[in-house]
C-alpha cells in the first residue's frame, strides 16, 4: 500500500512563491511516474506537472516557466516548486503515484494553495 502525504500548501499574494512536497511510502517510488494536479471550486481536476520514473517532466501550458517538478527518489519525495504565482492558481493540489508495473494509482490527501490579488 502506498500513502502520500502532501505538505507546503498556504496562502501568498500574486506574484510570490510555494513549495510543495509529497512524500511517498512503500518501495515502488523510484518506479513509479509522479504528478501534482490541482482542483479549483467547480471546475474539474486537471494535471498541473507530471515526472516520470526516468526523470521526463511534463506541464500544463498555464504553469509553464513559473512552475518546477523535480524528485528525489533517496528521500521518496517530489517538489512542485511554484514561482509568480496568479489568482487562477488557487486550487487543491493533489500529489498522484502511478504505476503501471505494478497497478498502483493513488492519491494524496491534497493541500490548498490560495494565491490573492
Known amino acids: 500500500q502506498v500513502h502520500l502525504v502532501e505538505s507546503g500548501g498556504g496562502s501568498v499574494q500574486a506574484g510570490g512563491s510555494l513549495r510543495l512536497s509529497c512524500v511517498a511510502s512503500g518501495d515502488i517510488f523510484r518506479i513509479a511516474d509522479i504528478a501534482w494536479y490541482r482542483q479549483a471550486p467547480g471546475k474539474q481536476r486537471e494535471l498541473v506537472a507530471r515526472?516520470?520514473?526516468?526523470?521526463?517532466?511534463n506541464y500544463a501550458d498555464s504553469v509553464k516557466g513559473r512552475f518546477t517538478i523535480s524528485r528525489d527518489n533517496a528521500k521518496n519525495t517530489v517538489s512542485l516548486q511554484m514561482n509568480s504565482l496568479k489568482p487562477e492558481d488557487t486550487a487543491v493540489y493533489y500529489c498522484?503515484?502511478?504505476?503501471?508495473?505494478?497497478?498502483?494509482?493513488?492519491w494524496g490527501q491534497g493541500t490548498q494553495v490560495t494565491v490573492s490579488s
Open positions: 498522484n503515484l502511478e504505476s503501471v508495473t505494478y497497478r498502483v494509482n493513488n
Open positions: 515526472i516520470t520514473s526516468g526523470g521526463r517532466t
